[in-house]
């Protein structure tokens, strides 16, 4: 708290890519187990006293505090860190500020730190008026993944169609190959019938003519 009232208080959350929450909502391919890599669509939304998303209780419980005293905000920031291989393709206002992460201010909150290739995104949200009371932010990342975890689905799922294949494949041309000897025998049997046929008819025309 400053000299003039004001507190200042920060919030961090670490959302892990295997996580699930109200903050992150991930949609991956049907067919990521037969892709070396792929691409996944990652949604996070941030709010702060939005009431269209809290529980009517939640909803009930601020409006009774705010009879007696309304907490107003001034200034919210909103920073994301997010890896390297991941793309904003949409999000609810531009970014004011991107650059790459520091690592060591993050020891503190995240055991091992974050891994290397983090940019840092920052939103500054602010209205026309001095001060309000609720703000919401939303991010729409795609996101390359590969790595060992999904190698290791990928590996075995191709080596067992590939197999699949190739004894599809044999069979079917096993299959061909018979087909192949029928048809190539009933062609061989109706030439014969013709050949005998044409014989019968010659022999016929013979006899008819000595006679």
Known sequence: MDADGQVYFALRFYLDRNSTGPLLYQIRPLGRDFQGAYEAIECIGFHFNDKLKLPPSIDRKIQN????????????????????????SSCSFPWCKND????????DYVSGGLR??????????????????????????????????VLQHYIPN???????????????GALVIKL???VMSVIVGAIA???????????????????
Do not use: H
């Not at 019938?193 to 006679?211: C, G, W």
């Open 65 to 88: 505090d705010e009879e007696n005293e309304k907490v107003n905000i001034a200034t919210s920031r909103f920073s994301a860190i997010l890896p390297i291989n991941s793309d904003i």
């Open 158 to 172: 191709i080596f067992v169609v590939s197999i699949l294949g190739n004894m599809t494949a044999l069979i079917m």
């Open 100 to 107: 790459l992460l520091d690592q060591t201010d993050w020891y």
């Open 116 to 149: 290397n290739s983090m940019i840092s995104y920052q939103w500054k949200f602010t209205r026309q008026e001095e001060v309000f009371s609720d703000c919401s932010t939303f991010l729409k990342l795609r996101t390359r993944l590969t790595g060992p975890k």
């Open 193 to 211: 019938l013709f050949f005998l046929y044409s014989v019968f008819e010659m022999i016929q025309i013979i006899i008819n003519t000595k006679s």
């Open 180 to 182: 192949a000897a029928l």
